[in-house]
């Protein structure tokens, strides 16, 4: 825009393009994400809720029914049924799973000195991010396996009984939740050791000289340091619990009788899978997963701009 | 059969593509179905065959988009009311037209029921397969045991069983379907067909007293000890293994269980076969045969040349053929056909025409509309976990099928 306002001595021989290459140019090159932006992700997002308005089975005719399916939603979170169990599910995945911050900033203040071989002992515990999420869930079911697992024969040496932490209502997303945190730790891990690289040495010292160390040290004088990096962990660990999805399609299908669901499963569940079909209903379901990570979302985006501002 | 080939040499002559879509993913099954096809081909050598074969997990999503979008000229199926979305929706072709034939009206008359809805016929049947209880002969004998043929002696038999040490039954209910099987029998053999039916339509209810004498009957079984515990964590494959270890001596299954239990070292000494047993007296007994089909989608593009094909596949010398032991291993639909020489598709056979009087099903999850389907099989599932929690759980059920039928 600036450029439009120099003077225009010799503006007659200069075409549009010419005088407005500066602002144009990143805007060209910006044009095919934002039309695959918006054709993938905004226009189904509304298509969604759209969606969300009607009785369709993917085949026939859809039938507009106003908000029903959220009338029908409300009826099962009264009723303690299937929704209330996802709801409730995705919300200890909110909590538990955010335990692979710490645990993961632990392994990498551990991880993070000088000595022989140190790289390997990194990449080992790197390992299980890099694995996938299949392997991850099938390892831990046989893990878990309260026939042969390795699990329950460590419990039988110490003279407990066996317990069947997949096949049990009250376990079982405690269960997943442990398995998705082998590598969501794994992932906070390395965030905080590139972040622990660019802690400044200076400060280390002033801090020493100070008569600060331990845990004084790590709260007043890293942390703060490693603040960009605990922002990151926190953004991929919140994202990385409302859409846990695989484990739980890969550990028990949901089961128990549909205990270890979680929002993004019921709605797989409802809409695409071998009993499903109610697009409608599973629509609703994805405008509620959607409405909980735009809190979280929106609350990232505020204090990205509010650092930007700074 | 000779009238079926000769029907299809006095036809015009076939030519342009058939598409062929299979869901028969399995090494054996794909080989069968590749072999059906072949002798087709060669009858119609101006005929261009090409044929898909899907994973059978995702055939049973992918088939919503391929009928609406790119539609094959056959494709494989379910009957009953799995077919039912689908002819609903228009799009598989009505081929009343060839259940008029001699062929079809006298040979394949035993799955018309199946294949009818709207009193129009929507699919030809290749295949269908006999439920039934599998057990371990040498660990009968060993107690002592005999087949049973009633309630009392089937509870005697796992009492004794359970004294030593060991499981009645197998099972493994983490995909739902085989709790399925379990309440197909124990409701058809305390109420009947006729009533099972009515309530896999929505007739009846949930909560009445002969759905809480089915109930009943199987708690029993599950407070002896009947079933093998955690059966919630495995899958139908993975609780094989506690029948092949004589941990459990019998598993309730459709006959696709023999090639697994023979593959893992079982001989045919080792395991036989027998019908469920009756419970109510007054009931006729009836089974569980679930019948696999193939259909012409609406949409397809050569439907003379698919209507030759569906008589070719349902003609009795390729049902004969492909049903074999070494093919697919199950029971051809085709009167005329003649089944294999196996100890288990002879005992099926008898079983299914002659000792099956008060009807054959197809299974509870083709019986039922899916979304009942998945509603109750969870709570069988929960049931067989906790047997005491009935009372809540059969009132979910008749919520479930207030809203589901309409």
Request: with cysteine; charged share 20%.
């Amino acid at each position: 825009m600036t450029q439009a306002a120099l003077p225009t001595a010799s503006a007659p021989t200069r075409s549009y393009w010419q005088r407005n290459q500066q602002t144009l140019a990143p805007w060209l090159f910006l044009i095919p994400a934002i039309l695959f932006f918006v054709f993938y992700v905004i226009y189904p997002v509304f298509q969604s809720f759209n969606l969300s308005l009607y009785v369709w089975d993917g085949l026939g005719e859809a039938e507009y029914v106003g908000l029903r399916n959220y009338e029908d939603l409300y009826y099962e979170f009264q009723d303690r049924d299937a929704f209330y169990t996802s709801l409730k599910n995705n919300l200890i995945w909110l909590v538990l799973y955010l335990l692979a911050i710490p645990a993961g900033l632990f392994i990498a203040l551990f991880l993070n000195q000088t000595v022989t071989g140190i790289r390997l002992y990194k990449s080992l515990f790197f390992f299980p991010f890099v694995i996938s999420q299949v392997v991850v869930g099938l390892v831990f079911t046989w893990f878990y396996d309260p026939a042969f697992g390795i699990l329950n024969v460590v419990l039988g040496w110490v003279g407990m009984g066996p317990i069947n932490v997949l096949g049990n209502e009250y376990t079982v997303t405690y269960g997943i939740i442990l398995a998705g945190l082998w590598p969501q730790t794994a992932y906070c891990m390395i965030l905080y050791l590139t972040g622990l690289n660019a802690v400044n040495p200076e400060q280390i010292e002033a801090g020493r000289l100070d008569g600060a160390k331990g845990l004084r040290m790590l709260w007043h004088v890293v942390l703060p340091q490693l603040r960009p990096a605990t922002f990151i962990a926190f953004v991929v660990t919140i994202i990385g619990a409302l859409r846990s999805f695989d484990l739980i399609s890969i550990m028990t299908g949901g089961g128990p009788f549909g205990s270890s669901r979680v929002l993004a499963y019921y709605m797989f569940e409802v809409a695409l899978s071998e009993y499903g079909f109610r697009m409608g209903y599973g629509a609703a379901i994805a405008v509620v997963l959607f409405a909980i990570m735009m809190v979280f979302i929106a609350y990232f985006l505020w204090s990205m701009y509010r650092e930007e501002k700074r | 059969m000779l009238g079926g080939a000769a029907f299809a040499d006095g036809h015009a002559k076939l030519s342009g593509d058939l598409k062929i879509f299979l869901d028969t993913s399995n090494p054996a099954p794909r080989a069968a179905m590749e072999g059906a096809i072949g002798r087709f081909g060669e009858k119609h050598p101006d005929l261009n065959i090409e044929t898909t074969v899907i994973d059978r997990e995702a055939y049973k999503t992918q088939i919503r988009n391929f009928l609406t979008a790119d539609a094959p000229d056959v494709a494989t199926w379910y009957a009953a009311n799995r077919m039912r979305p689908y002819v609903e929706a228009g799009l598989f072709e009505d081929v009343s037209d060839l259940w008029e034939e001699d062929m079809f009206k006298e040979d394949l008359a035993s799955t018309k029921g199946a294949m009818t809805i709207d009193g129009k016929q929507w699919g030809v049947p290749y295949t269908y397969y006999q439920w039934g209880v599998y057990y371990r002969e040498d660990i009968f004998k060993e107690l002592g045991l005999t087949e049973p043929t009633t309630w009392e002696e089937e509870k005697a038999n796992c009492a004794k069983i359970v004294e030593s040490g060991r499981a009645c039954y197998t099972i493994g209910t983490k995909f739902l379907w085989t709790a399925g099987g379990w309440f197909d029998y124990m409701n058809m053999r305390t109420n009947g067909f006729d009533f099972h039916m009515q309530l896999l339509q929505g007739d009846a209810s949930w909560e009445s007293d002969e759905v809480k004498a089915t109930f009943a009957n199987w708690k029993e079984l599950i407070d002896m000890g009947g079933f093998i515990a955690n059966h919630q964590t495995y899958s139908w494959q993975e609780a094989l293994p506690f029948m092949v270890n004589g941990e459990a001596v019998a598993y309730l299954m459709g006959n696709f269980a023999v090639a697994p239990l023979r593959e893992a070292g079982l001989s045919d000494d080792q395991i036989d076969f027998y019908q469920f047993p009756a419970i109510n007296p007054d009931v006729a007994l009836a089974e569980d045969a679930p019948t696999d089909t193939f259909h012409i989608p609406a949409n397809a593009q050569n439907k003379d040349a698919a209507r030759e094909f569906l008589r070719h596949m349902a003609s009795a010398e390729e049902q004969t053929i492909i049903n074999a032991g070494d093919a697919l291993g199950q029971l051809p639909v085709n009167a005329k056909a003649s089944v294999d020489d196996d100890e288990f598709l002879n005992q099926g056979f008898a079983m299914l025409s002659s000792n099956s009087p008060g009807g054959v099903a197809q299974f509870f999850d083709r019986d039922a509309p899916a979304e009942m389907a998945k509603v109750a099989m969870e709570g069988f599932q929960e049931f067989m976990v906790k047997p005491d929690q009935v009372d809540s759980i059969l009132s979910k059920l008749e919520r479930a099928r207030g809203r589901i039928y309409k």
